[in-house]
């Protein structure tokens, strides 16, 4: 399973515009995106975009149950 380049920004930009002060979940990520308008297969496939993402340190991943992710800004 492939991700393209544009997922990244596709769902920073989601988070980003609820100015989400806690990390979320995949699964209230997935929601946020379809409450924009964007589907995605499921949470799964959201978790492994931005697990992807994660070793490049475009996000973070709290390593809990469940997973949260959160995207770095410079206020963290």
Known sequence: MATRHGDIE???S???SVD???PLTAREILTL???HGIEYDSAHRVATVLGRHAET???EVIRDQPY???FPTANN
């Open 33 to 35: 995106l379809e409450d």
């Open 20 to 22: 989400a002060e806690e």
């Open 10 to 12: 596709r769902i920073r």
């Open 57 to 59: 340190g475009a996000v």
């Open 68 to 70: 949260r992710y959160r």
């Open 14 to 16: 989601v988070v980003e």
